[in-house]
């Protein structure tokens, strides 16, 4: 085959805030308990970003770590895509702040909205750069703040969501066009906005002028997750020419255990190669993926040449999945 250009992860950097909030300590704010809590969704604690802290400060200290793992400075970025509901501002660009606060040079710099997909939809916007000789080091990040939007008189929503950020350095590497490439191999991406009223957020500039709280009904999310995400799954594994028992760890969106559970049963996932940080993260959207993936590197699961599987569902409804050889 002839050589075709790829973009190959580098680097993955994470960064989670400093504040553990434990679910004793919501007790404390709403009626709920540990057990309840766990039983539903597997989470025990969730990290709090400081009010002076802004998800840019979050973005960049993973994007921090992503190029020092890839041995690149800021001087090295050409293109810097940010996934995240919880902007710093309106406008401009969260992107264009993190590029200020990196001292990156000038360059691509924009944000994407997909919620808890935002992370998959960038690595494909970020792919397509990459691959088409648009960028040669692209920085691509889902940093969240999810914490800022909750309601914390809803004991269904607040328990769910942290914040956090993590990154990963997508470089231009020529590949031989076949599976055993590294890089991004293949994707599937969908939105139904028919379901735009079952996870959102109640406020906005154009609407009410205000943030707002987010609002879910949870129960119709969970069972459009676990169809929907494993259709988008299989799409992603025809297009990157590979089988699902090919795949070594599955990294999925970290929004509740029990939806982790039933993708991976439903597409034959061996439970042992299912990688779940919700425990300790909780929710954190975007953040989710990368936050997973640095936590299975650190502790030796994730290693080069792995076949890697990514997942998420969020509002929109929005959903995607990515097949990668690390």
Known sequence: MSPVLRSVVTGVGAYLPEEIMTNADLEALVETSDAW?????????????????????????AAKQALAEAGRTAADVD?????????????????????RKLGAPVCIAFDVQAVCSGFVYALSVADGFVTRGHAKCALVIGAEEMTRLMDYTDRTTCVLFGDGAGAVVLEAQEGQGTTADRGLLGFALRCDGTKTDLLYVDGGPATNGQVGHLRMAGNQVFRHAVVNIAEAVRAAVEAAGIRIEDVDWFIPHQANQRIIAGVGERLGIDEAKVVSTVAWHANTSAASIPLAWRAAMDDGRVKPGDLVLIEAMGGGLTWGACAIRM
Request: overall charge neutral; cysteine-free; charged content about 25%.
């Open 79 to 99: 293109l810097i895509i940010v996934a995240t509901t919880t902007p710093d501002l309106t406008f401009p660009a969260t992107a264009s702040i993190v590029q």
């Open 37 to 61: 809590i766990q039983e539903r969704t597997g989470i025990r604690e969730r990290r709090r970003a400081r009010p002076d802290q802004p998800t840019s400060d979050l973005a960049v200290e």
